[in-house]
């Protein structure tokens, strides 16, 4: 079944207790499953994997092109911010890939106002919380003509 690739970076795991006030209660086992709804409702399966190791998350980019993808969404947590590793990573696939954020990174500290990857990604969602992924979902059901 043709899949979108759904990874999470560090920290992401512990959506649901991590400062519930920017992120919301919602676990990553709730977006994940609300996501999965979603791409079946669109005949489409997904494939979620999360880590906090930086390299791991290269890892699953690279599987996502050799599982044959149709699109990739990435919420890469602090390492959006510095990762090169991930931008080349991005920056060698050919199918849509969505950075995700739950929260508007450019209303909060300057750090997090640049991102390594972005120049590399389709386009970018944030600020949204959760729906913030589903979003990205339908983005990538809409480019495929699925929806
Ligand atoms: C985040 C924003 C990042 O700045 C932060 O490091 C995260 C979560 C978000 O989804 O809003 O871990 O990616």
Redesign the pocket.
Known sequence: MRAIHLING???NRLGTREPAI?GHETLADIENDCRALCEKNGLGLVTRQSNVEGELVTFLQQAVDEGAVGVII?A??Y??TSIALYDAIRSMDVPVIET???N?HARESF?HHSAIAPAVTGVI?GFGSQSYRLAVLAICERMGTR
């Open positions: 560090p920290n992401l992120y919420n947590g602090a959006t911010h954020h739950l929260s990174t997090r944030m």
